[in-house]
């Protein structure tokens, strides 16, 4: 633009001086002298060359807007995925406590049922003392009911002793006069007899209630807590092999949120 503007000022100069007055229609035209201050042809080019480009000084700015509006979007975009992630990795970790309660809940019910089993053992173990103590209380009464019949049997060998020697003590002794002491003593010993006897039989009665009530309550107490011992170690055995299995299974999916953190943190550190 400032070239085009010193060739019309140029002009300008050169049109008076082929029209001033003073000289005629043919006088010559005058060249004007070379002006040292106005450039030549070769720095007129030359101030071209130098004169920015317009295009080229507005797509500069362009493509600058350009580059900051990718690197903006992409931002977001960074953002966006940090934040996606950041949420994933929150809900992760709440699933993670939600686990590990679900873990603890488990074994609180666990030990629950452990408390259960010591207690059943302790009742087992306490009913099988009963057991003991009644089958030792058997046994005293059959060595009870032996020492008895020892004793019956030696009274039985006296009277048959005694009876034995009455005769002959009937024909030694004069019949108007017997011997009083003798039959006294024989009186005597039936009547221990017929004691020891009463007191027999109301021992084999007691033994024989002992021994049926005994055996029944034994045999009851055995059945039932056999039963209910192999129930409980049933149920046992099967709450423990399902708490096994929840167990495993919750290590892993633990195992497999922790890789997926420990993925999240990565792509997060990345």
Known sequence: MNVATRSRAKDTEATPAQTSPGTGATASPVVPADDPSEPADGDCRSQKNDVPNEDESISIPTQNIRHFKEQVVNTSRLLKVFSDQEKEMAKAKAELAKHNEEAKR???????????????????AKANAETENARSLLVLREAELSRVRGQREDLEARISELSNAVPAVEQAVPPKSPNLVLVEDIDRLKKELESK???????????????SSTKAEIMSIQARYAREQKELIERQEKEMSEHRASLAGKETEQEQEQERLMQLDMDLTM
């Open 197 to 211: 006897e009463g007191s027999l039989k109301s021992l084999r009665i007691s033994r024989d209630a002992i021994r």
């Open 106 to 124: 488990m074994h609180t019910s666990y030990q629950s049922l452990q408390r259960d089993v010591d207690a059943r053992v302790r009742e087992l």
